[in-house]
């Protein structure tokens, strides 16, 4: 009766453990699946999951942790694929485009996408160049860069019109940006098109206050955390880092120092 006591507690102890490991692995990375007719992601307890895309693969790495393991995907893909593409409303049921006329001017297009109507909310001249939408719930978001100027706009909801949130002169451009969940600040990724180095800054959408995170002139593709507190960012030859909003805590999430395309989102 003992040996089979022993035995019976023996083969329970192996199995608490097999489970162990299973739903510890469970929690902390998502499961990325793709197949010829849909690409969809599978998150399990997915809570700070920083996405990014490199090699044609997207990869997935949870950033409480640096553990050398992601899972990737190794099918082409667009931030449409995942959901992430930041010309959809939040609630997914509009979208905006840039769409160019023959005149090189650009109209930006509301549709909505369950009537399909189509609204034309303002013309860009052909001066300018139109990139990087971002659909907010207060508003859109938008690049234009001419020969002389980068400039991050709005157009508001509220007033329907246009604002300016941030200009930079040449030889400084905005390369990428990224809005906070509360649409109350802005980090950015400034390129100096002399030296070719590119920093970080974070800004107040409102008062217009800036930090600048990074100077090393390697600094690529900010997002913010979920809650706004933090950055995730890409430093070149080296790998994906994340910090405070206020400067502090730089600590590295995952080495990588592979050139990536782009960090799509953390959440």
Do not use: C
């Not at 002399?194 to 930090?211: C, H, Y």
């Not at 502090?248 to 999430?253: A, C, V």
């Amino acid at each position: 009766m003992t040996k089979i006591s022993s035995l019976i507690f023996i083969v329970l102890g192996f199995l608490i453990l097999i489970f162990g490991v299973y739903f510890s692995y469970k929690n902390y990375y998502p499961l990325i699946i793709n197949n010829s007719k849909d690409s969809q992601i599978i998150s399990n307890n997915s809570q700070n999951n920083l996405y990014f895309q490199a090699e044609n693969k997207l990869f997935s790495i949870n950033t409480d942790n640096s553990l050398d393991r992601l899972i990737t995907n190794t099918t082409p893909l667009t931030t449409s694929d995942f959901s992430f593409d930041p010309t959809l409303s939040p609630d997914k049921t509009k979208n905006v485009k840039a769409e160019k006329n023959d005149d090189s001017s650009t109209n930006l297009n509301l549709t909505d996408l369950q009537t399909n109507r189509i609204e034309q909310l303002f013309k860009v001249d052909s001066n300018n160049i139109v990139s990087q939408l971002n659909y907010q719930t207060n508003g859109i978001f938008y690049l234009t860069n001419n020969q002389t100027s980068s400039i991050l706009n709005l157009f508001d909801f509220g007033t329907n019109q246009n604002k300016t949130i941030l200009t930079l002169n040449t030889p400084n451009e905005i390369a990428n940006y990224n809005i906070s969940k509360d649409a109350n600040s802005v980090v950015l990724q400034i390129k100096n098109n002399q030296t070719n180095e590119n920093n970080i800054q974070v800004s107040q959408i409102k008062d217009g206050s800036s930090l600048q995170l990074t100077t090393d002139g390697q600094s690529f593709y900010p997002v913010f955390s979920p809650e706004g507190d933090q950055i995730a960012f890409w430093h070149e030859n080296d790998g994906i880092y994340k910090i405070n909003i206020n400067k502090t805590g730089l600590f590295k999430i995952y080495n990588y120092p592979t050139k990536i395309d782009q960090i799509f989102t953390w959440r």
